[in-house]
């Protein structure tokens, strides 16, 4: 006999618990199934009639949609949504819902800490009393933040954020952003990509990943910043040339870079921008707090299965 419960899937497991999500979808009478699609991407038979399906890490491209012909659903537990074949999921009718607006206070914060932990060499100053000195022997002295301008690549939730607790901090604050026409709270002016390189002391990128800004920032717009700059990524790191980054910092080109993001993570154990001197890198924790965790675990399942209820109420 066939169960008539609709079926969800969970694609992979993340370092976030799953039990929460399967407990909201399992009381809203669907059958859940918890897939590793990361390490093994067929989809079992019992799943392949699932109409809902939370996405992890795995990235669910064509043959994910070809197993799953019911499918009408994908919900993230981020921000972003480039795990997701955006393409093919519009081309098969199917929803695809980001998790929005969860962490903007962590991630702004976590943009801000970086910025200012790279400007101030807090790690290196740190390292240097657990390592038993006591020096003022800065390799650059820190500047003075109210002479820097502060460049935000994205004006969106975050971004706006960022600009708002940022703004008393720094001379100016600029932003680009092509769906944006209006400055707002915090920021000074709107600018084109090349006034927005050429301008900023601190660049920090609040854009998401898509074909259109997968390596935005290269070798050439790194160039174009300002010599001794900063730049911090707490977005996607596929959005920066990791390369041309190291390249850069490798130089001195730049100051350091504060980066939450790396392309393809976890890193390699010998990728040098781990352990660069002028780099600053967290494990992509930037949307972590109690309260937004709350969000990531719970959020995604509750909005698959309000979708699910409102879909049948028609
Ligand atoms: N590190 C983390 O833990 C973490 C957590 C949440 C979000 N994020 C990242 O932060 C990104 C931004 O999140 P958000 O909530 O502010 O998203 P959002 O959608 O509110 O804002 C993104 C902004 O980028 C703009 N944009 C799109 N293409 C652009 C381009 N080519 N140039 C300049 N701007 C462009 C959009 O118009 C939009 O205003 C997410 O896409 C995600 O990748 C990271």
């Known amino acids: 006999m066939t169960s008539a419960r609709p079926v969800a899937i969970i694609t992979d497991v993340t370092d976030l618990s799953v039990d929460p999500a399967v407990e909201i979808l399992e009381s809203a009478g669907f059958a859940v199934h918890v897939l590793a699609l990361d390490r093994d991407p067929i989809v079992p038979d019992a799943a392949r009639s699932a109409v809902v399906a939370l996405a992890g890490y795995a990235f669910l491209g064509r043959e994910f949609f070809d197993a799953l012909p ?32 969860v962490a903007t206070q962590e991630v702004a914060a976590h943009a801000l800490t970086l910025i200012l932990a790279v400007e101030r060499d807090l790690v290196a100053a740190a390292r240097g009393v657990a390592d038993g000195g006591w020096s003022e022997s800065y390799a650059a002295l820190p ?52 006034e927005l390189l050429s301008a900023s002391d601190v660049l920090s990128l609040h854009l998401p990943l898509t074909p259109a800004t997968h390596g935005v920032v290269a070798a050439a717009e ?58 600053i890198v967290t494990p992509h924790v930037a949307y972590l707090s109690e309260r937004s965790l709350e969000g990531y675990l ?3 399942a509750r909005s698959a299965v309000a979708w699910w209820e409102s879909a049948h109420a028609r």
């Open 222 to 279: 790194l160039a174009a910043l300002p010599a001794g700059a900063t730049l911090v990524n707490v977005s996607r790191g596929e959005l920066v040339d990791s390369d041309a980054l190291v390249a850069a910092l490798d130089a001195g080109r730049l100051r350091g870079a504060g980066l939450d993001v790396l392309g393809g993570e976890p890193p390699r154990a010998d990728d040098p921008l781990r352990m660069h001197p002028r780099a």
């Open 143 to 194: 500047r003075r933040l109210s002479e820097l301008t502060l460049g935000l690549y994205g004006l969106g939730r975050i971004g706006r954020q960022l600009a708002a607790i940022a703004r008393p901090l720094f001379a100016r604050v600029i932003a680009h952003d092509p769906y944006v026409t209006r400055a707002g709270d915090g920021v000074d002016a709107l600018v084109t990509v090349p």
């Open 70 to 101: 019911d499918l009408r659903y994908v919900g993230t537990a981020s921000a972003g949504f480039d795990m997701v074949d955006i393409d093919t999921a519009r081309a098969r009718d199917v929803v695809v819902q980001p998790l929005v607006g």
């Open 298 to 300: 719970r959020q995604p």
